[in-house]
C-alpha cells in the first residue's frame, strides 16, 4: 500500500509512508533548517538587516520629540507647503515622521556622519523605504523604530512608502538630503 495512492481505509496517517514520500520529506526538512540558520549568518555576514531597536511611544509623545526637532534644527522649507527642512547635529536623534499621507520634516544630513534615525507613525501602518538603496522598515503606531545610519553617499535621496495606507497612498513622498 502507497500513499501516493488515495487510502483505502479513512485512516491515512496509519498507512505506511511511501519511500519516495518520506524522501521528499527528509529534504524538505534539510532545507528548512538550512534556511533557517542562514537568517542569523546573514543577517552577521551579509550586511543586509538593518539592527534595529523598538520602542514604545504613543502619537502624542512621538510628535512632540519630532517638533522639538524640527523648532530648533529647521534651516529653510521647501515647496507650497512649506515643508522644513531639518540639518540636525552630527551624531545627534533625527525623528521622521509618518502619516497619512506625509513624511515629516525633510531632513538633510551629513556624509559620513552617524545618526540615529527614529521611526514612527501617528496614525497607521506606513513602510518607509529609501530609494534608490534597499532599505526597508516597517512603520507602526506605538512604537518608535531607531536605526543607525552613516551615510557613505551624498545626493538627495527619496522616502517612498511602501505599505498600503489609503487613497494618498501614492503621494506619500519624502526626502531626505546628504551633504558633504
Ligand atoms: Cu503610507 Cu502608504
Known amino acids: 500500500m502507497s500513499s501516493l495512492q488515495p487510502p483505502a481505509q479513512r485512516l491515512w496517517w496509519k498507512q ?13 526538512l534539510i532545507w528548512c533548517l538550512f534556511m533557517f540558520a542562514m537568517m542569523p ?15 514604545r511611544t504613543t502619537p502624542e509623545q512621538y510628535s512632540a520629540k519630532a517638533q522639538a526637532m524640527v523648532d530648533k534644527y529647521t534651516v529653510r522649507t521647501l515647496t507650497d507647503q512649506q515643508l ?7 551624531e545627534s536623534d533625527v525623528y521622521l515622521v509618518a502619516r497619512l499621507w506625509q513624511w515629516w ?4 544630513l551629513e556624509r559620513g556622519k552617524s545618526y540615529r534615525l527614529h521611526l514612527s507613525s501617528l496614525d497607521w501602518q506606513h513602510g518607509f523605504s529609501l530609494q534608490p538603496l534597499n532599505v526597508n522598515m516597517q512603520v507602526i503606531p506605538g ?9 557613505d553617499s551624498s545626493g538627495e535621496f527619496t522616502v517612498v512608502c ?7 497612498h501614492h503621494t506619500m513622498l519624502g526626502k531626505i538630503f546628504v551633504v558633504d
Open 41 to 55: 549568518y546573514w543577517h552577521i555576514a551579509g550586511k543586509q538587516n538593518i539592527s534595529n531597536e523598538a520602542y
Open 105 to 108: 520634516p525633510l531632513l538633510e
Open 16 to 28: 505506511p509512508l511511501d519511500r519516495l514520500e518520506g524522501t521528499w520529506i527528509v529534504l524538505a
Open 143 to 151: 512604537y518608535e523604530m531607531v536605526i543607525t545610519v552613516t551615510p
Open 162 to 168: 511602501n505599505e498600503y495606507c489609503g487613497i494618498g
Open 84 to 90: 522644513p527642512v531639518v540639518h540636525p547635529p552630527a
